[in-house]
């Protein structure tokens, strides 16, 4: 699986959109885009992923560029619940025998 | 239950011993990943299943480390002659069949060897 290079740390203010980078510039043309987040002494969450398309649910939005070899998780209004671990992951679809690699993630502090 | 349940939620024992750690993950699921995860530390990938497949085995650290999957369903993790640089969260996973399917996880068993 393509590996994916994040800052190890981020800031942002309470109620301010977080922008979380990613880059995979080795990504393959059947590989998705995920996104997983680990709250202290948690297990991880899901929150999105992507092909080449921008997507957006109930958590965050999914920027991902036109030659994929980078994208951007957004969290439009961020909260002191969202401190955590964000992980990106890149990975071939299940069917074909993709794995989650987690590498060290972006360590995102939400402050009031 | 609704979620990936794993047992016993704290595991403490000596250097040198044997010790099995469960997973049941969500009903239907067909794959199921173990992982490591040291204080501090990020998730260190162990072992895949995925379906009928042979395992993907590839993150094992040691030939002390063993997992199997009994009838396509519940998991046992084993670390045999336990060390001290064992001790971390043990994490599993499960996910459905389907191609871009989300992982789900456990709250994880807690290793401390001694």
């Known amino acids: 699986d393509a590996k994916t290079t994040q800052p190890p740390s981020m800031d942002c203010a309470e109620g301010r959109a977080a922008n979380l980078p990613c880059n995979h510039s080795?990504?393959?043309?059947?590989?998705?885009v995920y996104w997983y987040r680990q709250i202290h002494s948690q297990g991880p969450q899901y929150i999105i992923h992507?092909?080449?398309n921008n997507e957006t649910n109930e958590m965050a939005s999914l920027i991902i560029t036109e030659d994929r070899k980078s994208s951007t998780l957004i969290l439009p209004h961020a909260t002191l619940r969202d401190t955590a671990v964000y992980y990106c992951?890149?990975?071939?679809?299940?069917?074909?025998?993709?794995?989650?690699?987690f590498g060290q993630g972006t360590e995102l502090s939400v402050k009031p | 239950g609704a979620g990936v349940s794993q047992s016993p939620s704290n595991k403490v024992t000596e250097k040198g011993k044997d010790v099995e750690l469960r997973c049941d993950p969500i009903?239907?699921?067909?794959?199921l990943y173990w992982y490591r995860q040291s204080l501090g530390q990020g998730l260190e990938f162990l072992i895949y299943?995925?379906?009928?497949?042979?395992?993907?085995k590839s993150g094992l650290p040691s030939d002390r480390f063993s997992a199997e999957r009994t009838g396509g369903s519940v998991s046992t993790l084993t670390i045999q002659r336990t060390q001290q640089e064992d001790s971390a969260v043990y994490l599993c996973?499960?996910?459905?069949?389907?191609?871009?399917?989300?992982?789900?996880f456990g709250q994880g068993t807690r290793l401390t060897v001694v």
């Open positions: 009903s239907g699921h067909t794959a």
């Open positions: 080795t990504i393959s043309g059947n590989e998705y």
């Open positions: 299943f995925q379906g009928n497949s042979a395992p993907d």
């Open positions: 996973a499960s996910s459905s069949a389907y191609g871009q399917a989300e992982a789900f």
């Open positions: 992507g092909l080449k």
């Open positions: 992951i890149v990975r071939v679809a299940y069917n074909q025998g993709g794995k989650l690699i």
